[in-house]
């Protein structure tokens, strides 16, 4: 991938905010859906007949609600490419006609409920020389693949593989799952792998109230209702498939929540969950290799007031495209050190939850890495390292790991090597007895959430310890709490609640937002992080009325930016029945992937 040249100014003239049923690009930009929810996958897949959906047609067909997207060459100049999609979870009442109640759906509509998660690899095809892409014609998709929460068989990796945790009466070895769930965010690996991260698995499970009762905090910890047999707004999937039934099958649970690993170059390959990376709300997890050679993952877990991990290999990444590379780089998230994050603060007398900057002039102090886990040895007392890992969240609360405004994407910037997190709000933030307002989460009910910037010591992506800094407190810049790095407020968009972020090749931070607590659409939104522009945030495109901006990912010769529009018409009352978006097609609202390219050729947003 080229280097930018020049010092990466963003010279595009800002989207301003919108409610429009439309996906909206700077002047001089345009836009396409590269592939939407029903479109062909795999070879001979049917066309999208929502009268007509069953498990079979849906695990040919484009899943639904995608998230992370990643973009990976083909060839050098990237006309040809894999493009690798989570699909994170599905809208029922937007995707059954006559939809009335989870209960009423048909067995078959359930299983294409379930088919519709997981991911997606689709060939692309640069469009003459332009920045915009297509899905291939027909007769050249060898890679092309549905993964699936339905049928899709994946082997369990690292130290807590094959433990009593893992085992259940399908699996008695504890070391094969069937399907991914709630697939969110994810990364692009140096060896060309594709990480995605289970989220929020909890949903997808019943019967927890009949589980053993020395699983039932462990359940609880990870948002398993252990009360009541069918949580509010439960899905019935044990009504398709008897393992997600906590009560015949308690440790199913525990086979979901982790960090998966898909080779999109091996279309008949296994894909992997990896122990070694723990397992919580797994936002997604982003990869650097450090100096040392050793590779670094970045991972948030979503929730409000849990924590941020990194993971260290073990072994060390191998240069080159040689098999026997691959091969090697493909075990580096096998084996390592797991450790959670502990902030601490240089002015945390001075917070008082309004936002407002400490007399020192900014939120920011140190931070330490706490090893939780070592290879096999465990660094938790009374915890073995296969539970800490099985039950990060709960070893994290034992180590007093700070507690954050919801971690999503947490990724390091290639150019730089800092880190930045997107903290996408928490409207708990020191209400009632939860924790108060401090240095890293600075305002109380957090509604429009920050960035976080981490720095590790001696720029070493392997050290134990770091320096933070806020540069970004979101909300409307008139909003005194907002902070946009000292930057002239008056000509920076307003940003909401920051999900995903990724980099151009210049290292400008580019920042997704998924549910706008401003009132405005979603939308994607750019910022130099270093030099006299840093802070000059701007939004670059917004999406239709619902949605939330997923990905987003820039390709490596900065022509052509990809996001993922998820939920378009997800507000409530409506259905497909009566549709409150009809993205993109004119009829009823279907999430998709757009790609967005620069008219005249140039580097996106310079
Ligand atoms: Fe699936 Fe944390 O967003
Ligand atoms: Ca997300
Ligand atoms: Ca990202
Ligand atoms: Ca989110």
Redesign the pocket.
Known sequence: AGQRAGNGALTFKAVPPNKLDSFIVPNGYDHAVVIRWGDEVVPGAPELDVHRQTGARQSKQFGYNN?FVGVLPLDRKGKRALLVVNH?YTNEELMFPGFTSHDALSVEQVKAAIAAHGLSVVELERVGDTGEYRVVGKGARRYNRRITALATKFELTGPAAGSSWLRTAADPNGRTVIGTLNN??GGVTPWGTVLSGE??FNQYFVGGDAAPADLKPKLARYGIDTTNRYPSGSRKWERADERFDLAKHPNEAHRHGWIVEVDPFDPEGRPRKHTALGRFKH?GANVIVARSGHVVAYMGD?ERFDYLYKFVSDKKYMKGNSWVARQHNLSLLESGTLYVAKLEYTSAAEIDGSGKLPTDGAFDGRGRWIRLVSGNRSYVDGMTAAEVLTFTRQAGDKVGATKMDRP?DVEPSLRTGKVYVAL?NNSNRGTGSNPKADEANPRTANRHGHILELVEDRSDNTAETFAWSLPIVCGDPADPSTYFSGYDKTKVSPISCP?NVAFDSAGNLWIST?GNALGSNDGLFATPVEGPEKGHLKQFLTVPLGAETCGPFITGDDRSVFVAVQHPGEIGGASIDNPASNWPDGDFAKPGVVVTWRLDGGHIGA
Do not use: L, P, Q
């Open positions: 998230d994170e969110c965010a989220e929020n936002e979503d999503e996408t999900d998924d």
